[in-house]
């Protein structure tokens, strides 16, 4: 079983950025293909982008290609959000999932929440002038 924190967040200006950070613990962390979603205020729960656990394959949403990198440090446990520039409409609270057998990369599979075993408390980010 594996544990996730999330930390980064916060609150800043739009055209700026933020790099999100979820560290694992208690398991071995390159052993899970791993998620990011977020969770605007009266929406649900959308995904936002996925690593394999090699950090070779990697899916966006299509609201944030081109301006979100998602990274993975397998020996620092740690996967990673690069969010720049930032937008209002990207206001959320982000969380990072894992799961423990390969995910399929069918976007109806990996972007979805029950593909996922594992889930952060989740990181605020605030974008607004």
């Known amino acids: 079983q594996v544990q996730l924190v999330e930390s980064g967040g916060g609150l800043v200006q739009p055209g700026e950025s933020l790099r999100l950070s979820c560290a694992a613990s208690?398991?071995?962390?390159?052993?899970?293909?791993m998620g990011w979603f977020r969770q605007a205020p009266g929406k649900e729960r959308e995904f936002v982008a996925a690593?394999?656990?090699?950090?070779?394959?990697?899916r966006y949403t299509d609201s944030v290609k081109g301006r979100f990198t998602i990274s993975r440090d397998n020996a620092k446990n740690t996967v990673y959000l690069q969010m720049n520039p930032l937008k209002p409409e990207d206001t959320a609270v982000y969380s990072c999932?894992?799961?423990?057998?390969?995910?399929?990369?069918?976007?109806?599979?990996?972007?979805?929440?029950?593909?996922?075993?594992?889930w952060g408390q989740g990181t605020q980010v605030t974008v607004s002038s």
């Open positions: 690593i394999s656990r090699s950090g070779g394959t990697i």
């Open positions: 208690g398991s071995t962390f390159s052993s899970y293909d």
């Open positions: 999932a894992a799961r423990s057998s390969p995910l399929i990369w069918r976007s109806s599979f990996y972007s979805s929440q029950r593909s996922y075993d594992y």
